[in-house]
């Protein structure tokens, strides 16, 4: 569905002469990546309505976003399964959010997000094997990612001794997900 959309966009914009008829297939892929990229976003959204959860949702995806595009992680070859999978991932990370604030397990939470933090700064940024990173970019992303974590962590903590939870919980648990999603790259590298 996402590449007909991609493609109809493409098309739009040669009819309106905004691009060359050369340019419609690189367009159609950018509005694919564009369209993709806001997909967790908007199952967020569509999960965090239905589950009544929709401002914890959005606080749980956005850092999650921000930290994954400097961090990498996991990632699934199909589009349909890492859809499937981002789906229940979002979901599952939504329960944890409402677990954790309903059964007051922040001080369990701050530990996970601490350990993230750590986990974070020592493995980031890992290499996707589609698009190697330069030297460069390693140390680029390696210091953006430490930077980045490390704002989202403190902010984190102010709000939880500023007793905000239903604010800094999902940040926390979007913090743990970043770090979660890293393992099975780790794991995969050790054991080879």
Request: aromatic share 10%; glycine share 6%.
């Amino acid at each position: 569905m996402m590449k007909s959309v991609s493609t109809a966009i493409a098309r739009w914009l040669l009819r309106e002469g905004v691009i060359l008829d050369d340019d419609q297939e690189m367009f159609s892929y950018a509005a694919f990546c564009f369209l993709f990229g806001l997909l967790p976003v908007l199952i967020a959204i569509v999960l965090g309505a239905i589950t009544g959860m929709l401002f914890e949702s959005l606080l749980l995806i956005l850092p999650f976003m921000l930290l994954r595009k400097f961090c990498g992680g996991f990632h699934l070859n199909s589009s349909i399964a890492c859809f499937v999978v981002s789906t229940l991932v979002i979901l599952t990370a939504i329960g944890v959010v409402s677990l954790i604030i309903d059964l007051d397990l922040v001080g369990i939470l701050s530990i996970l997000v601490l350990l993230s933090l750590i986990s974070i700064c020592i493995f980031s940024p890992i290499d996707s094997p589609t698009k190697k990173l330069s030297p460069k970019e390693k140390t680029t992303f390696q210091w953006t990612a430490r930077c980045l974590a490390s704002v989202v962590v403190l902010a984190f903590f102010v709000l939880i001794l500023l007793n905000q939870r239903r604010t800094g919980v999902p940040i926390g648990v979007g913090i743990l997900m970043t770090a979660i999603l890293q393992w099975p790259c780790v794991i995969r590298g050790y054991m080879r």
